[in-house]
Nanobody
Framework: QVQLVESGGGLVQAGGSLRLSCGAS????????MAWFRQAPGKAREFVTA????????SYTDSVKGRFTISRDNAKATVYLQMNSLKPEDTGVYYC??????????????????WGQGTQVTVSS
């Protein structure tokens, strides 16, 4: 079992930056692959990025490549999402998720067993 708590969301103008954090407690954090998903108003939740247990491998959805960076600090049991050059279409609730299987980076919601409560990101034009 792992508990996830996101922080760092807020309101930012287009072109600005935010850094989200997701702190974990419970089982050994380094045994989980981690991901960020987001859900825009009226839309389904979608994959944004994932990172391997060691942090050596990452995966991004095409719309955020070159703008977002996922990282993790296993000693602090925290995963981060640095978001630069934000666009209005990045607006939504951002969730971190943990995959206990963790052997490869996966993009489907159902592959992730544990979820945080979400943090709101709003990008104004």
């Amino acid at each position: 079992q792992v508990q996830l708590v996101e922080s760092g969301g807020g309101l930012v103008q287009a072109g600005g930056s935010l850094r989200l954090s997701c702190g974990a407690s419970g089982r050994t954090f380094s045994s989980y692959a981690m991901a960020w998903f987001r859900q825009a108003p009226g839309k389904a939740r979608e994959f944004v990025t994932a990172i391997s247990r060691s942090g050596m491998s990452t995966s991004y959805t095409d719309s955020v490549k070159g703008r977002f960076t996922i990282s993790r600090d296993n000693a602090k049991a925290t995963v981060y999402l640095q978001m630069n050059s934000l666009k209005p279409e990045d607006t939504g609730v951002y969730y971190c998720a943990a995959d206990a299987w963790g052997l490869m980076l996966r993009r489907l919601e159902n592959d992730y067993e544990y979820w945080g409560q979400g943090t709101q990101v709003t990008v104004s034009s």
